[in-house]
């Protein structure tokens, strides 16, 4: 009973044809998987038990039996025959392949049967291998944007089998790739994008028995974007806070970033997984020179490459001229330049001790010019005399440049402009008289009272070196006259001694030499010519 339903549950699952030939012999074509129990049927015409039944397998006779019990065969039992003459398999294998005859003899008649049996197997030790990529835990493949991936593929099949590779992706649908009837099957993508993430599978198909084993892999595409993240700063409503953006779009999966600083202690204000991360910070955690940093973490990156932006904050310092004037009824602008703060400052103008804030109207004017704040002040009176405040403020503090602007009345400026008009006139006065006189030096005569010079003909100069009023009147003889027509005067030059004891202490002193030798080494009198 047992064999009988074996071998009825088998009938179902072979696929078999059968053809009778004319003198009574029949085909049938039997495929059997391995290991199954195959019945190869030799006489099935009416109910008859043949005396003697021979079985041949490629022109070699492997078993013969006949009767009421079967006939097993010496080798292992594998092969009996049954009463009706089948022929029993136990257990097939590959060397069972192969054409089969059967003579069944019943009386006086004998019948003969032909069975191809074809023992199949697989498709077995199907695997495929997808590379360079990273697999994480839940099998899943990773590679990275513009590398080269292989994907193969391979399987065993008796007879004979087919190997396909086919890919679902966002665009399509379970599409074909490359077949091929071998053992193995391979290809390679170049440069792969983002497009060809999805899942790739593997059939291997037995073309006999249409077994097929399926082996499916999904495979994601990383990347990240060539250019770094972004840094920026939003102020916010209290000038002492400042919120500081980090964003990183075009990775793929999200990114982590995280604001740190980057010298010092290295404290983490904000870590997240995500393509865009702030975090708002106030007074008391920023300093000078501070440097804060937006690092981007991916899988795609390299070992040691880093993608991240930062910025070095930097405090306000408003420069520009202390000292103003004006005149009243004028304008003057008041300018400060600040070009130094990270974040940049908020800079306003303010006015009084107070520092009141300056609105802008039609008497003061606010305008900016690249780094350059200017305030102008139009109409000006004594009113606007006084200290100025150019007050520049970021998150990091607050600096301010006095400027005192000094208003001028009118009158002041007219008599400073007539009194340097009068010494202008005086000192220019004085040059010309110089001038003039200098210049006819040649033409003043020394005479008597200055009177006519061809009338008086003895004049006389009188010179004197000494506290002592003793005067020396001599004639003084006088040159011929020039072709200009002045007369040249020449004048004599003589030492008077202070008093007589004084020539007489220094005739005592000096020796008779030294008086012989300057008599001789008196010079001639001196000639001044007018």
Not at 84 to 108: K, R
Not at 221 to 229: F, I, L, S, T
């Amino acid at each position: 009973m047992k064999i009988v339903a074996t071998v009825a549950l088998l009938q179902l699952c072979l696929s078999a044809t059968a053809e009778v030939s004319g003198n009574g012999s029949t085909e049938t074509v039997l495929t059997a998987a391995l290991g199954d129990v195959v019945l190869l049927p030799c006489y099935d015409v009416g109910t008859a038990t043949p005396t003697l039944t021979t079985w041949m397998k490629d022109g070699r006779e492997v078993i013969r039996g006949g009767g009421t019990s079967p006939s097993p065969s010496p080798a292992g039992q594998r092969l009996a025959v049954l009463p009706n003459g089948s022929l029993n398999i136990n257990g097939a294998t590959p060397g069972d392949e192969g054409i089969y005859l059967c003579n069944s003899t019943i009386g006086n008649i004998s019948y003969v049967a032909r069975v191809v049996l074809q023992v199949v197997s697989g498709p077995e030790n199907v695997s495929i291998s997808i590379g360079p990529a990273t697999a994480l835990s839940n099998g899943t493949l990773i590679a990275f944007r513009g590398t080269t991936v292989s994907f193969n593929c391979s399987g065993l099949s008796h007879p004979s089998q087919e190997l396909r590779w086919s890919f679902t992706g966002a665009s399509s649908n379970n599409e074909s790739l490359v077949a091929t009837s071998d053992s193995w099957l391979g290809f390679t993508i170049k440069d792969i994008q983002p497009s060809a993430q999805g899942v790739y599978s593997c059939r291997a198909n037995n073309t006999i028995s249409h077994q097929a084993v399926n082996m499916s892999t999904q495979l994601l595409v990383y990347y990240v974007p060539d250019r770094h993240p972004e840094c920026m700063w939003v102020p916010a409503q209290d000038p002492s806070h400042i919120q500081f953006n980090c964003t990183w779009f075009g990775a793929y999966p999200t990114p982590t970033l995280r604001w740190a600083e980057e010298k010092g202690a290295g404290h983490v204000y904000a870590s997240e997984v995500t393509a865009s991360l702030s975090v708002t910070l106030n007074r008391s955690a920023l300093h000078d020179n501070q440097t804060l940093k937006c690092m981007a973490q991916h899988l795609a990156l390299a070992a040691g490459k880093k993608k991240s932006c930062s910025f070095t904050l930097k405090p306000p310092y408003p420069e520009g001229e202390p000292l103003a004037m004006a005149q009243e009824t004028t304008s003057v602008t008041l300018t400060c330049t600040e070009t130094a703060s990270i974040p940049p400052a908020d800079t306003t103008w303010r006015k009084g001790l107070q520092q009141e804030v300056i609105v802008p109207s039609s008497k003061y004017v606010l305008s900016e010019e690249g780094p350059a704040f200017k305030l102008t002040i139009h109409n000006i009176s004594k009113d606007d005399e006084g200290i100025y405040f150019c007050r520049s403020e970021n998150p990091l503090s607050v600096r301010e440049l006095e400027v005192y602007l000094t208003v001028r009345t009118s009158s002041a400026y007219t008599g400073a402009i007539i009194g340097i008009f009068i010494a202008a006139l005086i000192v220019g006065s004085a040059a010309i008289i110089a001038k003039t006189v200098y210049s006819s030096r040649h033409r003043i005569c020394l005479g008597g009272g200055f009177g006519n010079v061809e009338e008086d003909r003895g004049d006389v100069l009188s010179l004197v070196e000494s506290e002592d009023e003793h005067i020396f009147q001599d004639d003084v003889p006088r040159l011929p006259p020039l072709t200009n027509g002045c007369h040249t005067t020449l004048v004599q030059i003589h030492r008077i001694p202070s008093s007589d004891h004084e020539d007489a202490e220094t005739a005592a002193d000096t020796s008779p030499e030294q008086q012989e030798e300057s008599v001789q080494t008196e010079e001639p009198a001196d000639l001044v010519t007018f």
